[in-house]
T-cell receptor
């Protein structure tokens, strides 16, 4: 079983729709969680951290469920510019190498 | 503010040729540094990480090597490239304080094609 698993998609949704991704992780000792966005042929960029209490940044909401070991990303009122691959990242403070990236979920927003 | 540089941006090399990719970070000291490779349409594969000068940990056996000759410089090398070395090479560094611990930031990457 992979340490971090994501549905690869692609998710193809109309502009204005709400879309949600989940990401599951296997290491219960994981301590910090992030969502990154990667545009085609570009480097990943940090989208948002994920906190236990849940957090929101504009149209984006991230949630963490430690009991079930998953994190989620919700995008409301999706824009064409949201088309990208979304990577979930799970870290453990115990080792500098324990930064695990999911393989990403591709999102395509259609007009 | 911190900045991470990588060069070259693109590279086409013949099989069997050597490789040297460089990454430098500005605006921070003693960062943790990482090399990743991303094959076309695939996820990120961690190749090497370094917590300090001369300290390199290898995550995956490769025909690649890494060195950290200075605090903010990280170099990825190969003596003889293979076709399978083609990919998008990304250097990254981590912020390591407080609640921002282990946030990772990436350089612009080097797209390597081995022919």
């Amino acid at each position: 079983r992979k340490e971090v698993e994501q549905d690869p998609g692609p998710f193809n949704v109309p502009e204005g729709a709400t879309v949600a991704f989940n990401c599951t992780y296997s290491n219960s000792a994981s301590q910090s969680f992030f969502w990154y966005r990667q545009d085609c042929r570009k480097e990943p960029k940090l989208l948002m951290s994920v906190y236990s209490s849940g957090n929101e940044d504009g149209r984006f909401t991230a949630q963490l469920n430690r009991a079930s070991q998953y994190i989620s990303l919700l995008i409301r009122d999706s824009k064409l510019s949201d088309s990208a691959t979304y990577l979930c990242v799970v870290n453990s403070y115990s080792s500098a190498s324990k930064i695990i990236f999911g393989s990403g979920t591709r999102l395509s927003i259609r007009p | 503010s911190q900045t991470i540089h990588q060069w070259p941006a693109t590279l086409v090399q013949p099989v069997g040729s050597p490789l040297s990719l460089e990454c430098t970070v500005e605006g921070t000291s003693n960062p943790n540094l990482y090399w990743y490779r991303q094959a076309a349409g695939r996820g990120l594969q961690l190749l090497f990480y370094s917590v300090g000068i001369g300290q390199i940990s290898s995550e995956v056996p490769q025909n690649l090597s890494a060195s950290r000759p200075q605090d903010r410089q990280f170099i990825l090398s190969s003596k003889k490239l293979l076709l399978s070395d083609s990919g998008f090479y990304l250097c990254a560094w981590t912020v390591d304080y407080g609640s921002a611990k282990l946030r990772q930031f990436f350089g612009p990457g080097t797209r390597l094609t081995v022919l």
